[in-house]
């Protein structure tokens, strides 16, 4: 029996401190916990509606910049920066709060696209990231995020007088998200989540977004 206990707490110990499972405490790409100070990530996504090419530099505090590059349909284009900032880390969990502005390389000029992508001129959103990992190395993450939606193409109005600039309303974002470690740098990431524009110019209630893609740790 003292036998069996001994290798039970040694296969436990083996596991714990092996590179896949504890790839999570690094970072990763989608998921809440920053990445540590001077290493790096690149990933790219593909799904509805977005080709997307994401990077994250981890700073000396649990914070990480980040970056994104997407594209749907082959011409449009959307950039965006943001940054992760840890506010509870242990080995096998984290929550951390994700700020980032992102806006059209070339706005679309046609209301279906607003439709499909469920995007506007600008937006900037602010939420928070949970995410777990569980025994078999993945990292499962849940994230909800307000968000304040910009665009200079809202619908006029009768007697409404100009149109204004840039009209502003609100929006959130819910995501569910799952890692897998292919390796000790390779992640494969699969994403599933709802826009919920409330605006009253939006012409898309909920645009749904899901994606599948590879990232990698430097």
């Known amino acids: 029996m003292a036998r069996r206990t001994l290798i039970a707490w040694l296969t436990v110990a083996a596991f714990a401190w092996s590179p896949v499972a504890r790839a999570g405490e690094r970072g990763t790409l989608h998921s809440a916990r920053?990445?540590?100070?001077?290493?790096?990530?690149?990933?790219?996504?593909?799904?509805?509606?977005?080709l997307t090419v994401g990077f994250a530099y981890g700073l000396p505090a649990p914070v990480d910049l980040r970056a994104q590059?997407?594209?749907?349909?082959?011409?449009?284009?959307?950039?965006?920066?943001?940054?992760?900032?840890?506010?509870?880390?242990?080995?096998r969990?984290?929550?951390?709060l994700q700020v980032d502005l992102d806006a059209w390389l070339g706005a679309?000029?046609?209301?279906?696209?607003?439709?499909?992508?469920?995007?506007?001129?600008?937006?900037?959103?602010?939420?928070?990231?949970?995410?777990?990992?569980?025994?078999?190395?993945?990292?499962?993450t849940v994230e909800?995020?307000?968000?304040?939606?910009?665009?200079?193409?809202?619908?006029?109005e009768p007697?409404?007088?100009?149109?204004?600039w840039l009209a502003a309303g609100p929006g959130a974002l819910l995501r569910l998200g799952a890692e897998w470690p292919v390796g000790e740098a390779l992640w494969l990431?699969?994403?599933?989540?709802?826009?919920?524009?409330?605006?009253?110019?939006?012409?898309a209630v909920v645009a749904p977004v899901f994606s599948a893609g590879l990232a990698y740790s430097l």
């Open 93 to 96: 969990s984290a929550l951390a």
């Open 34 to 50: 920053p990445m540590s100070a001077g290493k790096a990530v690149v990933g790219a996504d593909l799904g509805f509606p977005w």
């Open 144 to 156: 909800g995020r307000l968000q304040a939606l910009g665009t200079r193409s809202a619908p006029l």
């Open 189 to 203: 990431a699969l994403d599933l989540g709802l826009h919920l524009h409330l605006a009253r110019f939006d012409p």
């Open 108 to 140: 679309p000029v046609d209301v279906r696209w607003r439709m499909l992508t469920g995007q506007h001129d600008v937006t900037l959103g602010a939420g928070l990231i949970y995410s777990w990992q569980v025994p078999e190395g993945v990292v499962l």
């Open 159 to 164: 007697l409404g007088g100009l149109r204004p």
């Open 69 to 91: 590059v997407r594209t749907a349909w082959g011409h449009l284009q959307r950039a965006g920066l943001g940054a992760r900032f840890g506010l509870l880390l242990d080995e």
